[in-house]
């Protein structure tokens, strides 16, 4: 299989269009259209097939490294078989998951990324807002003086009255915060899929000048 450099995508922001392009890899995506026949022929809609589409022509063969949680993400980003029906609308995959874990990745019917095991949890509004928080998550990893993690409940104390919302991760289960001299990531889309509040975690990177915090 032939491995190459991305081009950066259109829609992100500097920072996680320098991630994508000097530490993502690109492969063959996966082709919808030699599907297309057989799905129409189970009764999925030409428009959800149209998405499923769109999603491999932007995002198919993406491999991003891992993310700092729900152990990595997806190996690679490419779609599957849509599920779903009419009147709850419809989900694919995402991509694969690159470890064993409980929930699959999947674009949800308002594009959506999320986890679906037990129930459906959208983690962001857009993939968009997916790959910058792993791109986030890499910068602040590489500037921080410190890391700290906290779990479960802890968690929920955590005071971010002076944070700010990161928009450009467009976060919904999951979401980071900026503040003075540190970002703070919070990944609740685990513990809400599985109804296990103990699998809560937030990092704390801390120390960061200005460029550590925008980037």
């Not at 993406?62 to 980003?77: C, F, Q």
């Not at 991509?95 to 949800?108: E, H, N, P």
């Amino acid at each position: 299989m032939s491995l190459y450099l991305v081009d950066p995508s259109e829609g992100l922001t500097r920072r996680a269009r320098y991630f994508v392009s000097a530490h993502a890899l690109q492969v063959a995506p996966f082709d919808v259209d030699q599907y297309r026949a057989r799905w129409l022929g189970l009764g999925i809609p030409a428009t959800e097939i149209d998405r499923v589409a769109a999603y491999s022509r932007r995002w198919g063969g993406l491999a991003l490294p891992p993310a700092p949680h729900y152990d990595g993400g997806p190996r690679i980003l490419n779609p599957d078989t849509p599920e779903g029906a009419p009147e709850e609308g419809w989900w694919f995959e995402a991509g694969a998951q690159r470890t064993a874990v409980s929930y699959s990745f999947m674009i949800g019917p308002h594009g959506e990324f999320g986890v679906h095991g037990d129930r459906w949890v959208p983690l962001h509004s857009t993939v968009e807002g997916w790959v910058e928080s792993v791109a986030l998550a890499h910068h602040a990893s590489t500037w921080a003086k410190t890391i700290t993690k906290v779990t479960g409940r802890d968690v929920d104390s955590l005071q971010l009255d002076l944070y700010e919302a990161v928009t450009e991760v467009a976060g919904l289960a999951d979401n980071w915060w900026r503040g003075a001299d540190s970002l703070v990531a919070i990944y609740t889309g685990e513990a809400e899929c599985m109804a296990a509040p103990q699998c809560q975690t937030a990092y704390i990177y801390s120390g960061l000048d200005s460029w550590g915090l925008r980037g």
